[in-house]
């Protein structure tokens, strides 16, 4: 699940869009919430194509019931940031693809609202037992964004649950390179 994250939050800059049209989706499917994204996005291209550099840092990992030693290795390995860079085309800036949002069928959108330069969504996943419950808010344009998110994991009856706080930022740094 911590992969779902580090996915969802690489992949923003993708489907963050300008301040544009609004999609508001409540109980929804990762699927129907980017087919909205899509239909908004279609006539405008509401983020501008090109090369992206995104980071993501994770701020804060608390896994209870873990060895102190263990907890510790843990929270060095995943707290610090994470680069990629990606080259978004014209077509993928107007009409982004459901695996954009990286979530599965095994997730739904509680809520997601994307409106005037914001977003707020939250996001909840069952998978093997555990349930994952992604919470995101931020600002976008169409050449930038600003996330911030916390994710919650429960294990099931007795199962502590895993906690994370993350950032996320993404921009435009040009036009693709030839080779991309």
Same mark, same amino acid.
Request: aromatic share 4%; proline share 6%; net charge negative.
């Given at each position: 699940?911590?992969?779902?994250?580090?996915?969802?939050g690489?992949?923003? =800059?993708?489907?963050?869009? *300008?301040?544009? !049209?609004?999609?508001?989706?409540?109980?929804?499917?990762?699927?129907?919430? &980017?087919?909205?994204?899509?239909? &908004?996005?279609?006539?405008? *291209?509401?983020?501008?194509?090109?090369?992206?550099?995104?980071?993501?840092?994770?701020?804060e990992?608390?896994? !209870?019931?873990? =060895? =102190?030693?263990?907890?510790? /290795?843990?929270? $060095?390995?995943?707290?610090?940031?994470?680069?990629?860079?990606?080259c978004?085309?014209?077509?993928?800036?107007? /009409? =982004?693809?459901?695996?954009?949002?990286?979530?599965?069928?095994?997730?739904? #959108?509680?809520?997601?609202?994307?409106?005037?330069?914001?977003?707020?969504?939250?996001?909840?996943?069952? /998978?093997?037992?555990?349930?994952?419950v992604?919470?995101?808010? $931020?600002? #976008?344009? !169409?050449?930038? #964004?600003?996330m911030?998110?916390?994710?919650?994991?429960? &294990?099931?009856?007795?199962?502590?649950?895993?906690t994370?706080?993350?950032?996320?930022?993404?921009?435009?740094? $040009?036009?693709c390179?030839?080779?991309?």
């Amino acid at each position: 699940m911590i992969r779902s994250i580090l996915l969802l939050g690489l992949a923003l =800059p993708l489907v963050s869009c *300008g301040p544009g !049209p609004t999609v508001s989706e409540e109980n929804a499917s990762v699927e129907e919430v &980017a087919d909205k994204v899509r239909e &908004a996005s279609k006539d405008q *291209g509401l983020i501008r194509p090109g090369k992206w550099v995104s980071a993501v840092t994770i701020e804060e990992v608390s896994i !209870p019931g873990m =060895p =102190p030693e263990a907890a510790e /290795q843990m929270q $060095g390995m995943l707290t610090r940031t994470r680069s990629a860079e990606s080259c978004l085309t014209e077509e993928d800036a107007k /009409q =982004p693809r459901a695996t954009f949002f990286a979530g599965n069928d095994k997730c739904r #959108y509680d809520r997601f609202e994307m409106s005037s330069g914001k977003i707020d969504a939250l996001m909840r996943c069952q /998978q093997d037992g555990a349930t994952q419950v992604m919470e995101m808010t $931020g600002t #976008y344009s !169409p050449s930038s #964004y600003r996330m911030q998110m916390s994710s919650k994991t429960e &294990a099931g009856p007795g199962g502590e649950p895993m906690t994370m706080q993350m950032r996320v930022e993404a921009e435009r740094i $040009g036009e693709c390179d030839e080779a991309s």
